[in-house]
């Protein structure tokens, strides 16, 4: 008589995975916007990233904190695609150009 709490794993139970996930590196982005203030002690950064989870699911990294520092928060958001960042990176530019921040160019 089996043991009443085992788990038994079959194919069909737990089918394998169809294939490895495809990476599109090509799409991935940082966007960062930054807001220095010396006189007021203001060194502040907000870092966006388009990326692709081990799984390659795409996902928004939403980074801030003092320039310099490790980031204060990390907050990741699951999307459906990499156009869908377009949108939430327009509304993103608008509230930080209302903060203060301005958009840094990295090479």
Do not use: H
């Amino acid at each position: 008589m089996p043991f009443p709490c085992l788990l038994v794993i079959t194919p069909e139970t737990n089918p394998a995975p169809s294939a490895d996930p495809v990476y599109d590196m090509d799409r991935w982005r940082v966007l960062e916007w930054q807001k220095v203030q010396p006189e007021e002690g203001v060194y502040r950064y907000y870092r966006l990233t388009l990326q692709q989870n081990l799984w390659g699911e795409w996902e928004l990294v939403k980074s801030w904190g003092r320039i310099g520092q490790r980031p204060t928060r990390v907050v990741r958001q699951s999307i459906s695609s990499p156009d869908m960042a377009e949108t939430i990176a327009a509304d993103v530019d608008k509230q930080r150009r209302q903060r203060g921040y301005l958009y840094c160019i990295k090479p």
